[in-house]
């Protein structure tokens, strides 16, 4: 017979398992956080909109649309790229590691900085680049970069440190253009890439999920989905918003963002597969864990990897798309891109070369740094593509 100082053993039955329920809509500190400054900045813009209809916003800072856009998507790298690397340094150091034995990569990784850098600080602190009537367009304004002696229009000119790359036509220094153009290829570039990524990573692991749970009817719908959206012409959808709301920038963002995340849910839905049927994901379904919660706590983080990869990789593809766009006339007449400026000296190629191939050589090397930076971070944060 037990006595009172005998230990008892709690049985299964005997555990109240209603008094263990762990809340699945639970938000962690950090989230808080995060949701708390998407509200600002939401509620900054409805300010912006509504009060401040016409005029600068921020002191002599006239946010715009796109702006507006790339602020939280800053935010949004900030907590779920930067701070997980921050708070797992070993792990980071791991992938520090790993993505050094890659040497082009390396270099591309410090001459994207600089331009991500670049283009955030040069438009704050100088002026647009100026720009002359049409009309009144002098073939004399065209100076060549510094130290370069060249013959424009039967003249001998040489390029002076006042405009280091040479001029335009307008007499807009090429120097000027292309720090303004950074901006723009970052902005095309994030905004896309962190809209695409959103919906594919979640579209693609709520579709494994759903296979893995035998709800195959939202796989299916999903993918289906998936598949009309990859033959749908997006490209003359652009067109036609073009032509009925005009060349704006933020839309053309937005309709990359929108249209762009197929491949990423495909790849991330076969990823996901895999880590569907692992042992803690049936331990939390066991557990009463909602859809979203593992979606959200155990599928997304664990198929980051992938995530991060296609990043990477996606990213030269939309600054590329919309270079392509403003070199045939349909970008945003509003801003400084790469592919305007290339566009613009085409009729200059005999006078003044400069004019189109250095901005040109700015976009190969963006586009061609991100690719190897995507290469070596697949091999880092992926060892099985290491080969």
């Known amino acids: 017979?037990?006595?009172?100082?005998?230990?008892?053993?709690?049985?299964?039955?005997?555990?109240?398992?209603?008094?263990?329920?762990?809340?699945?809509?639970?938000?962690?500190?950090?989230?808080?956080?995060?949701?708390?400054?998407?509200?600002?900045?939401?509620?900054?813009?409805?300010?912006?909109?509504?009060?401040?209809?016409?005029g600068p916003t921020i002191g002599s800072w006239d946010v715009t649309s796109v702006e507006?856009?790339?602020?939280?998507?800053?935010?949004?790298?900030a907590f779920h790229g930067v701070l997980p690397l921050y708070r797992n340094q070993r792990l980071a150091a791991y992938y520090w590691q790993q993505f050094q034995k890659n040497k082009m990569a390396v270099v591309s990784l410090a001459f994207l900085a600089v331009v991500f850098a670049t283009g955030i600080v040069g438009p704050m602190v100088l002026d647009p680049p100026g720009s002359v009537d049409i009309s009144t367009r002098l073939q004399n304004q065209?100076?060549?970069?510094?130290?370069?002696?060249?013959?424009?229009?039967?003249?001998?000119?040489?390029?002076?440190?006042?405009?280091?790359?040479?001029?335009?036509?307008?007499?807009?220094?090429?120097?000027?253009?292309?720090?303004?153009?950074?901006?723009?290829?970052?902005?095309?570039?994030?905004?896309?890439?962190?809209?695409?990524?959103?919906?594919?990573?979640?579209?693609?692991?709520?579709?494994?999920?759903?296979?893995?749970?035998?709800?195959?009817?939202?796989?299916?719908?999903?993918?289906?989905?998936?598949?009309?959206?990859?033959?749908?012409?997006?490209?003359?959808?652009?067109?036609?918003?073009?032509?009925?709301?005009?060349?704006?920038?933020?839309?053309?963002?937005?309709?990359?963002?929108?249209?762009?995340?197929?491949?990423?849910?495909?790849?991330?839905?076969?990823?996901?597969?895999?880590?569907?049927?692992?042992?803690?994901?049936?331990?939390?379904?066991?557990?009463?864990?909602?859809t979203g919660w593992i979606v959200r706590?155990?599928?997304?983080?664990?198929?980051?990897?992938?995530?991060?990869?296609?990043?990477?990789?996606a990213i030269p593809g939309y600054i590329l798309g919309e270079a392509a766009l403003s070199f045939l006339g349909f970008g945003d007449p509003d801003t400084y891109s790469w592919g305007r400026t290339i566009s613009a000296g085409r009729a200059e190629l005999g006078d003044a070369p400069w004019i189109s191939t250095i901005p040109g050589f700015f976009l190969f090397f963006t586009v061609l740094g991100f690719n190897f930076v995507g290469d070596a971070a697949r091999d880092a944060l992926d060892p099985r593509h290491e080969a």
């Open 1 to 54: 017979m037990a006595t009172e100082d005998e230990p008892t053993t709690a049985k299964f039955t005997d555990i109240d398992w209603e008094t263990q329920k762990v809340s699945t809509l639970a938000v962690s500190k950090t989230s808080l956080v995060e949701i708390l400054i998407y509200l600002a900045i939401i509620a900054a813009f409805l300010y912006d909109w509504r009060v401040i209809t016409d």
């Open 68 to 77: 507006w856009m790339f602020i939280p998507t800053l935010v949004f790298i």
């Open 142 to 290: 065209l100076e060549p970069p510094v130290g370069v002696t060249y013959l424009v229009q039967a003249e001998m000119k040489t390029g002076t440190w006042a405009y280091p790359l040479g001029t335009d036509a307008k007499g807009r220094g090429i120097l000027k253009l292309i720090i303004f153009g950074m901006r723009v290829s970052m902005e095309v570039g994030l905004i896309a890439t962190v809209m695409a990524m959103s919906i594919g990573s979640v579209v693609g692991t709520v579709a494994a999920y759903s296979t893995a749970a035998d709800y195959d009817m939202v796989d299916e719908v999903l993918m289906r989905y998936v598949d009309i959206q990859s033959v749908f012409p997006v490209f003359i959808l652009l067109l036609l918003t073009i032509y009925l709301f005009g060349p704006q920038l933020w839309f053309i963002i937005a309709l990359y963002g929108f249209f762009g995340w197929e491949g990423i849910a495909r790849a991330v839905r076969g990823e996901a597969l895999q880590r569907a049927e692992e042992e803690y994901i049936t331990a939390s379904r066991a557990a009463g864990a909602n």
């Open 297 to 313: 706590r155990h599928l997304i983080p664990n198929v980051t990897n992938t995530i991060i990869t296609l990043a990477t990789l």
